[in-house]
């Protein structure tokens, strides 16, 4: 096995506040950007929603209000200095936003290649929370309310340098997202996230908000034989903390790089994407060892039913 080695870099944002407008935000992004650039990176991935503060934690009822925090192009006039900076610096980049497509709304990321162009779409397919503010919550998480299901699947692209796929934070929490995703050969996953540390469903220690985010990277990479680069919008965003923990993830399943903050935070890891062939050749060899036969309740099942 030859090292293919690429460089990556993760760039966690700290708290995006409401009063915040796109371009300090994109100042921001640009900013680390080019820090990742110095550091040798030839991509880097932002957050999810890394536009705005994180809107799904309040029930807006004003159009005006929530049309605020979406896209309705992109690159727009107040985001294509990012792309401009990108192609300057020949960095390629994964960017979370809100979407306005066609009367529509998704929580999406895009793929924007070295050469500063697009290079592919992904719309989050797993959303969380409520469609409806729940009476009296102290906390709200109202992605549903917010963002239809995504109708782009879970492409991966082949891209000069790797084979890149995308996923939105509560994405990461299935096994089936990176499955889709090892089936076409992924060597990289992007992921952007805002996971507040306090959850509106139910209450967990706080301790396990990092660990089952950390835990889903690890094995979601192992068992699928990719690198992932995951990206937090973290802190304290209008009052309401969110976790860091940003890091890169070998196929090992072992975490090579890992924001130590909660704020503006590059991380970067040269990553030899030839790893992934031993596993891929080995424990992991698909065409040799998968049984999908046996599989048909994944697709065929939504909840779990108890056994006749
Ligand atoms: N933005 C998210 O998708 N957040 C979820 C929370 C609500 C569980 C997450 O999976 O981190």
Redesign the pocket.
């Known amino acids: 096995m030859s090292a293919r080695k690429l460089h990556l870099a993760v760039a966690q944002l700290g708290p995006v506040q409401r009063s915040d407008t796109r371009a300090q935000v994109v100042r921001r992004l640009i900013e680390l950007l080019e820090d990742a650039h110095s550091r040798g990176a030839a991509w880097v991935t932002f957050p999810?929603l890394a536009l705005t503060t994180f809107f799904p934690r309040w029930s807006l009822d004003d159009p005006a209000d929530v049309q605020a925090f979406f896209e309705t192009e992109m690159p727009g006039p107040l985001t294509r200095p990012l792309f401009d900076a990108a192609r300057e610096k020949g960095i390629g980049f994964y960017l979370g936003y809100a979407e306005l497509a066609d009367g529509t709304q998704y929580n999406t990321s895009i793929l924007v290649g070295r050469d500063g162009g697009i290079v592919g779409k992904y719309r989050k397919i797993h959303i969380?929370?409520d469609a409806q503010a729940r009476d009296g919550a102290a906390l709200q998480?109202l992605?549903k309310k917010y963002f239809a299901v995504g109708d782009l699947g879970f492409p991966v692209w082949q891209t000069p340098d790797a084979a890149i796929g995308m996923c939105i934070?509560?994405d990461r929490?299935w096994p089936e997202t990176f499955r889709v995703m090892g089936l076409q050969g992924v060597e990289v996953v992007m992921a952007g996230?805002?996971?507040?540390s306090g959850?509106v469903q139910w209450d967990e220690p706080i301790h396990l908000r990092m660990h089952h985010h950390l835990l889903s990277l690890q094995a979601g990479a192992y068992q699928n034989a990719c690198w992932v680069a995951a990206a937090a919008k973290a802190g304290v965003e209008e009052g309401n903390p969110m976790i860091g923990g940003s890091c890169i993830v070998a196929p090992t399943g072992e975490i090579m790089v890992r924001a130590f903050s909660e704020d503006d935070e590059v991380i970067n890891f040269v990553c030899d994407l030839s790893v992934s062939e031993h596993y891929r050749a080995n424990i992991f060899n698909f065409a040799a060892h998968r049984r999908p036969e046996h599989y048909g309740m994944i697709v065929e099942r939504t909840g779990a039913r108890p056994p006749a």
């Open positions: 999810e969380p929370g998480h992605e934070c509560n929490r996230y805002n996971t507040p959850y």
